[in-house]
C-alpha cells in the first residue's frame, strides 16, 4: 500500500479508523444517492490520503506465554516474566520479534502506524497499584514508550499512544465488564465504584498519554521527525425528536464519550456540561498539567462503530450519584447486525455488505473534505477475523477469513481482493 508523507506538525489532523463491528441498516429513499454512495473511487481522494488495515497484537498474535512476553490482564481474565516496569528489564526477544515485522512491513511498501497500548496492561501493574487507578501508570508508561521509540523511532514515523480510552474507562470500571471487572454492583463486581473510578482512570490515562507525546515531541521527533497521537472512540447519538431536550441530550452523550478524550486535548479542560453533572467526581488538571494535555497530539484517530438514537431523561443535579454512564441523563435506542461465525463460509466469504458498508463511509468521509473536515486516512478494522474480547471469536470483522480448525488457514474474503483493487489509483 501507499501511504502519505507526513503532513504539518501545527494541523490538528483526524484519521479515520472506522470499525465494521456493526453492519449499519440503511434505507435511503432515492435510488440514485445509493448508486453514488458505491461509486466512490481511490481518484475521489488526495494521492497523500491514508488507506490502511488495522491489527492488534493482542487480538491477532495469539501467544501468551512465549518469546519472553509475561501475561496480561485479559491473558489473567482468560485463565492462561518481565514484571511491566523498566526495573524488570527489557525483553529482548520481544524487540526481535517487531524489528523483524517492521522490517518487512516496510520492504513490502507499507507504513507501520503503532498502537503502543491497546487494551493489554501489564497483569503485574494491576497487582502493584492497580493499573490506570494510580498515577504510578503515567511513569511506567513513559518509559515503555521510550523504549519503543528509541528502538523503533528510526523506521516507525507514526505512533499512537493508546486505542480508545474509553472503553477502558467505561467498560472496565463502569459496566465492570472484565478484566478490569470494577463496578459499584456487589452482584457483578467484587470491588470498585462506578461513579468516580472511571473518571479517574480516564484521567490518568489522558495524562499518560499527554506524558508519553511530549517526551516524543521534545526528545525524538526532531530527530526522527515522527507524529504522535492518540485513538478515540464514539458512536454517533441522533435526537430521538426534534425536540429541544432531546436534542441536547445528543449534544450530553457526545460529551461524555468523544468530548471526555477529545476537549482536553484542544481546550484544557473537560466539557462543562461533564463538570456541571459530575462536580468533583470529575478530576481536575492542575495549570501544569492543562498545558501538557493540551495540544499534545498531531493527529486523533477516531474508530466509529454505529449510531443510536437518544432521548432525554430530566437532570437531578442534586442527586446520589450512580455512575459515569448515569450522568448522562439519556435512554439509548439502536439497530445493528453483526457479521459472525454462524454464518456459512461461502456467505461469509462473499461479503458485499462489507463492501458496501466501507464505500458508503467512504463517501461521506469525501463529503466531509469538500465541506473543510482535515481527515487525512481512513483504516478499516480487520485485516484478518481476530480474537474479539469477550465476544471471542465468534465475530468475523477481518478482510481474510481465519479458519481455526485447520492450523488458521487464512482465505480472503471478497472485501480483501476489493480493496486490493480499489487501492490502485486510477
Not at 494491576?126 to 528510526?154: C, H, M, Q, W
Not at 477481518?398 to 485447520?406: E, P, Q, R, T
Request: one cysteine or more; aromatic letters at 14%; a positive charge.
Amino acid at each position: 500500500m501507499a501511504f502519505s508523507q507526513p503532513w504539518n506538525y501545527s494541523k490538528l489532523a483526524l484519521i479515520g479508523f472506522f470499525y465494521s463491528t456493526a453492519l449499519l441498516v440503511c434505507s435511503f429513499s432515492v435510488k440514485a444517492q445509493q448508486e453514488e454512495e458505491l461509486n466512490v473511487k481511490r481518484c475521489d481522494f488526495a494521492r497523500d490520503f491514508l488507506f490502511g488495515v488495522s491489527t492488534s497484537a493482542v487480538q491477532t498474535e495469539g501467544s501468551t506465554k512465549s518469546g519472553g512476553k509475561g501475561p496480561n490482564i485479559w491473558d489473567t481474565f482468560l485463565d492462561k516474566n518481565p514484571d511491566g516496569s523498566l526495573s524488570g528489564g527489557v525483553n529482548k526477544e520481544g524487540i526481535d520479534h517487531y524489528n523483524s515485522l517492521i522490517d518487512l512491513l516496510i520492504t513490502y511498501g507499507i507504513k507501520p502506524f503503532v498502537t503502543i497500548l491497546h487494551f493489554d496492561f501489564p497483569q503485574i501493574l494491576e497487582d502493584k497499584y492497580g493499573g490506570p487507578l494510580s498515577r504510578r501508570f503515567v511513569d511506567d508508561f513513559k518509559d515503555y514508550a521510550e523504549i519503543l521509540f528509541n528502538t523503533f523511532g528510526d523506521r516507525v514515523k507514526n505512533w499512537i499512544t493508546m486505542n480508545e480510552p474509553l472503553i477502558t474507562a467505561k467498560y472496565g470500571y463502569d459496566f465492570g465488564m472484565p478484566p478490569q471487572g470494577r463496578c459499584s454492583d456487589r452482584k457483578t463486581c467484587k470491588s470498585g465504584n462506578s461513579s468516580t473510578e472511571p473518571y479517574t482512570v480516564a484521567h490518568n490515562l489522558l495524562l499518560a498519554h499527554a506524558t508519553v507525546a511530549s517526551l516524543y515531541k521534545h526528545k525524538f521527533q526532531p530527530i526522527q521527525c515522527g507524529l504522535i497521537g492518540v485513538t478515540v472512540s464514539s458512536l454517533y447519538y441522533v435526537p430521538y425528536s426534534k425536540s429541544l431536550q432531546d436534542r441536547d441530550a445528543s449534544k450530553r452523550a457526545l460529551d461524555f464519550e468523544i468530548g471526555w478524550f477529545v476537549k482536553p486535548l484542544v481546550s484544557e479542560d473537560y466539557p462543562k456540561t461533564m463538570r456541571k453533572i459530575a462536580k468533583d467526581r470529575l478530576p481536575r488538571f492542575t495549570a501544569e498539567e492543562k498545558k501538557l494535555v493540551m495540544g499534545s497530539t498531531d493527529f486523533i484517530g477516531l474508530n466509529y462503530y454505529s449510531s443510536m438514537y437518544v432521548k432525554s431523561i430530566p437532570i437531578k443535579f442534586h442527586a446520589p450519584p450512580v455512575s459515569s454512564i448515569a450522568d448522562v441523563f439519556v435512554n439509548l435506542t439502536g439497530l445493528s447486525q453483526n457479521q459472525n461465525d454462524s454464518l456459512p463460509l461461502e456467505v461469509q466469504l462473499n461479503d458485499q455488505s462489507r463492501i458496501n458498508y466501507i464505500l458508503r463511509h467512504l463517501y461521506r468521509i469525501r463529503k466531509a473534505i469538500k465541506n473543510g473536515a482535515n481527515v487525512k486516512g481512513y483504516f478499516y478494522w480487520n485485516l484478518f477475523d481476530d480474537f474479539e474480547w469477550i465476544a471471542g471469536y465468534t465475530p468475523r470483522y477481518g478482510l481474510y477469513h481465519i479458519d481455526y480448525k485447520n492450523n488458521l488457514t487464512r482465505i480472503p474474503k471478497d472485501s480483501a481482493e476489493w480493496f486490493k483493487h480499489f487501492l490502485k489509483y486510477e
